[in-house]
């Protein structure tokens, strides 16, 4: 199975920054699409972000363009998120993703990764 370790969540005032790492532990990480979900109180869990294997195409949800940017370093089997300009509309635990099928692009579905973090909480203040 694959484990993976998120880091760097917490509390921050709106207009801030944070910087996410999820640690894979498998030694075929690059086999794998990696994503960014967050789910708020009383909400379904949604999309953030997604990278492809190589790291070449990355998709966003329209809420985070701009201002969120993913990126994974293969040789160090880990995946982050940068989180900039956030907003208290940002508040919600974040999870890491595995995503393992052959794609030509990223999939925004919850149901098509694998494998999840255990979350890490993100508190945004105004």
């Known amino acids: 199975q694959v484990q993976l370790v998120e880091s760097g969540g917490g509390l921050v005032q709106a207009g801030g920054s944070l910087r996410f790492s999820c640690a894979a532990s498998?030694?075929?990480?690059?086999?794998?699409?990696m994503g960014w979900f967050r789910q708020a109180p009383g909400k379904e869990r949604e999309f953030v972000a997604a990278?492809?294997?190589?790291?070449?195409?990355?998709q966003y949800a329209d809420s985070v363009k701009c201002r969120f940017t993913i990126s994974r370093d293969n040789a160090k089997n880990t995946v982050y998120l940068q989180m900039n300009s956030l907003k208290p509309e940002d508040t919600a635990v974040y999870y890491c993703?595995?995503?393992?099928?052959?794609?030509?692009?990223?999939?925004?579905?919850?149901?098509?990764?694998?494998?999840w973090g255990q979350g890490t909480q993100v508190s945004v203040s105004s």
């Open positions: 990278i492809s294997r190589s790291g070449s195409y990355r």
């Open positions: 498998v030694l075929t990480f690059s086999s794998y699409s």
């Open positions: 993703a595995a995503e393992p099928n052959v794609r030509t692009t990223v999939t925004m579905r919850r149901e098509d990764y694998a494998y």
